[in-house]
């Protein structure tokens, strides 16, 4: 009977081990992805907390010509599409939290767009009205999304902030206007560096270990590069927070000289920033609450041109296989150019905080950029001679 048992015991094991073997192969075969699927978090709670701990990705391409290890937080898969998600989502919890917005209230914003759209969105997941004044000039990519997330968009003419046209102050006196009408304003209202303070910057200072030499982006209204910069010289005030400024914008003089000026400054042409470039969202003419507590955290500054963010966006298209809007593209202009300064061997951090699918109407139109003298190349070679 001992024998019978023990027989059946092992015919059954073989025929569980055939049965089984093939399964086993997979998971050896997929382990990485299982181990993935293991490690995921769990469900988060609507809108808000999708918001953050987005990845990290090293730009290979970037890498490797410099010889720095150049990583990009990637921003602009937030669910609203970029970082403007954090500052909407910080404004409003500060905004209801002091009584300031309260249920059945208007949001309003003046924005290029980015800020509107995360705003727009988090109304319609708390049950806000939404109304976004944005200047002519931005794509219309963001007003149609505005318009389909549910906001009311307001489009007026793009001129200079002295003007009582300006997209900022048309949106303040809407706001003074509306019964329950509450002005986000995202340039002076702090709470736009406080979110990347306590969010943004902890995320990078944790993916990197704290192995970062560098971090280089733009500004536009200053909360990003502030609060990040803030956070991550509190933690090592060895590290370079580095500015990338767009053609127009005064940022560049105002932290390598102390005045906001740039020669492209003409009452002749009250454009957005008094200057028609390309990029949108960053470079600004004016100080701003934020700005004034970034300024402190800037170590260094570069300046950038709109034919420089062209190709870059064509690069990191064709090379690194990212499709990115115009502030992501000289964002990695300024990280270039900051690896170049710094020399081989050090880690520089820039942010991707748009994606080019709100941009085919200006960055990737080819009509568009002849138009204003800029070239889309036919071909992009593996060097970055475009980087000046």
């Not at 209801?96 to 914003?109: A, F, N, P, R, T």
């Not at 053609?247 to 920033?273: C, D, F, H, I």
């Not at 003419?285 to 170590?299: E, F, G, K, Q, V």
């Not at 699918?357 to 138009?371: G, P």
């Amino acid at each position: 009977m001992a024998f019978i048992t023990i027989g059946i015991f092992i015919a059954s094991r073989t025929v569980a081990d055939i049965i089984s073997g093939p399964f086993k192969l997979l998971k050896g075969i997929f382990h990485p992805f299982l181990s993935c699927s293991q490690k995921c978090l769990p469900p988060v709670l609507g809108f808000d907390g999708c918001i953050g701990n987005t990845p990290m990705i090293e730009l290979r391409g970037l890498s490797q010509i410099t010889g720095c290890r150049i990583l990009a937080k990637a921003e602009f898969l937030n669910p609203g599409g970029s970082p403007k998600d954090r500052v909407a989502l910080q404004i409003i919890n500060e905004a209801e939290s002091g009584g300031i917005l309260q249920k059945g209230g208007c949001i309003v914003e003046g924005t290029a767009g980015s800020t509107g759209i995360s705003l727009s969105l988090l109304a319609c997941a708390r049950g806000y009205g939404c109304k976004i004044v944005m200047a002519d000039d931005m794509s219309r990519e963001k007003s149609d999304l505005l318009e389909c997330y549910g906001a009311e968009v307001i489009r007026v003419p793009a001129v200079s902030i002295v003007n009582n046209g300006h997209f900022c102050k048309r949106a303040a006196s809407l706001a003074d206007e509306l019964p329950g009408g509450f002005f986000a304003n995202q340039f002076e209202n702090t709470a736009n560096f406080r979110a990347h303070f306590s969010t943004t910057g902890p995320e990078i200072w944790s993916q990197t270990q704290g192995n970062i030499d560098a971090f280089v982006m733009g500004a536009g209204t200053g909360g990003t590069i502030g609060g990040v910069g803030a956070y991550l010289r509190s933690c090592n005030d060895n590290i370079r927070v580095c500015l990338i400024d767009p053609p127009g914008s005064a940022l560049y003089y105002k932290v390598t000289n102390g005045v906001m000026y740039t020669p492209e400054l003409s009452e002749r042409r009250l454009q957005r920033n008094r200057y028609d470039t390309i990029t949108e969202g960053i470079g600004i003419d004016r100080m701003t609450a934020n700005l004034s507590l970034a300024l402190p955290h800037i170590t260094d500054a570069f300046k950038g041109t709109d034919q420089e963010a062209v190709t870059m966006a064509q690069y990191l298209l064709h090379k690194e296989g990212l499709f990115l809007g115009s502030s992501s593209a000289m964002n990695c202009v300024g990280a270039v150019k900051m690896a170049r300064k710094l020399g081989p061997g050090h880690t520089i951090v820039t942010v991707l905080c748009d994606s080019g699918q709100r941009a085919l109407s200006k960055l990737y139109n080819e009509d568009f950029l002849q138009k204003r003298g800029l070239n889309l190349p036919k071909s992009i070679d593996s060097s970055l001679d475009f980087v000046s």
